[in-house]
């Protein structure tokens, strides 16, 4: 079945840089397109970044352009999102799912999600 295991979350300073990964199985990553989803505390799900199969289209929501940085490895079948110049608004549990899309609810595949804390 399909399994997505965020990790590499932590707290860091405002400013600071962090790289989250989520490792797959269970389907073909290589052909799917991938996105990075995060809620913050009380509040619903918001997407951050979506990357397609050959990883030559990236997308972004508008807060995070030019800070962040998604990427895949099809060989190792694991998604990355590299965040630089951290605010206290990206603090947020981080998933990773499988599609593009900028509205999600959570499904069942989902992992636990990699918890990233930008506080002073």
């Known amino acids: 079945q399909v399994q997505l ?10 400013g600071g840089s962090l790289r989250i990964s989520c490792a797959t ?15 913050a505390p009380g509040k619903g799900l918001e997407w951050v970044s979506s990357i397609n199969s050959g990883s030559s289209r990236t997308f ?10 998604i990427s895949r ?14 605010k206290p608004e990206d ?17 069942s595949y989902w992992g636990q999600g990699t918890q990233v804390t930008v506080s002073s």
């Open 25 to 39: 199985s269970g389907f073909t990553f290589s052909t799917d397109y991938m996105s990075w989803v995060r809620q």
């Open 91 to 107: 603090t947020a549990l981080y998933y990773c799912a499988r599609g593009y899309s900028r509205t999600w609810s959570r499904a």
């Open 5 to 14: 295991v965020e990790s590499g979350g932590g707290l860091v300073q405002p």
């Open 60 to 69: 972004y929501t508008d807060s995070v352009k030019g800070r962040f940085t």
């Open 73 to 86: 490895d099809n060989a190792k079948d694991t998604l990355y999102l590299q965040m630089n110049n951290l």
